[in-house]
């Protein structure tokens, strides 16, 4: 059974940074992409980022680039999300999820965590 779980989550003040982590179980971590999403109060579920099972291929959502960076250490079956220059408008609940290949859609991806909390006051 595949499990994800996300950590790292808390509250910062804008032009903050936080690293959230996500642990992946249940299946060959490297053989998979990984993503990130996040779903802010009243609003749908949106991509943030996305890593391939290698690493080598990375996809940033333009709101995000140049502050935010994705990463994976397949040794330890772990995807992290750094998160500076943090902006009101990031206060989101944030959920790894991963998929056969890296995709911008929560489609793509067959298996999530089940979120970590990012608040972000300005």
């Known amino acids: 059974q595949v499990q994800l779980v996300e950590s790292g989550g808390g509250s910062v003040q804008a032009g903050g940074s936080l690293r959230l982590s996500c642990a992946a179980s249940g299946r060959t971590f490297s053989w998979y992409a990984m993503g990130w999403f996040r779903q802010a109060p009243g609003k749908a579920r949106e991509f943030v980022s996305t890593i391939s099972g290698s690493g080598t291929r990375t996809l940033y959502a333009d709101s995000v680039k140049g502050r935010f960076t994705i990463s994976r250490d397949n040794a330890k079956s772990t995807v992290f999300l750094q998160l500076n220059s943090l902006k009101a408008e990031d206060t989101a609940v944030y959920y790894c999820?991963?998929?056969?290949?890296?995709?911008?859609?929560?489609?793509?991806?067959?298996?999530w965590g089940q979120g970590t909390q990012v608040t972000v006051s300005s």
């Open positions: 999820a991963t998929g056969r290949g890296i995709a911008t859609t929560s489609n793509g991806y067959d298996y």
